[in-house]
């Protein structure tokens, strides 16, 4: 099954991810730190095959955040150092509990990039190269 696009704000979310230092390699798969660090997703990357035990890809069948950060780490997807730092700390499950609203939540944290001196344009011009990347790559799903 070819997984689907994700929301963009999974961009953001997964280079967040990455800043706060939560994507670590652990022989042939990789372990994600939710934003509380209170779960833990195991990620499995073979070509273009791929895995991971999210929400978002294990019942919703889209491209999940933690495989969206692997692939950045492992250099498939673009990465922006300076992006991901402006992204750091943010608490992503809580406040997507709260908004219950991705777009509403996306714009809390533009705002917040803003703040720490990133571009909404400069954003919005790397979350549109990844989602494109993304749908390029024609990520397929495994068990």
Known sequence: MILKSPPRIKVLEALGSIADGRVRK?????????SEGDREYTVRVNGNNVSCDDNGTRYRN?????????????????FDQELAN????????????????????????LKRAEERGISR???EEFVNKVMEDVR????????
């Open 86 to 109: 402006s992204l750091r700390g943010i608490p992503w499950r809580k406040l997507n509990e709260e908004m219950k609203s991705y777009s509403k939540v996306e714009e809390i944290v």
């Open 26 to 34: 652990a022989n042939d798969h990789y372990l994600v730190a939710s």
């Open 136 to 143: 390029r790559l024609r990520l397929n799903k495994v068990t």
């Open 62 to 78: 889209y491209v999940g955040y933690p495989i969206i950060a692997v692939l950045m780490i492992e250099g498939r997807l673009p």
């Open 121 to 123: 344009a400069r954003i």
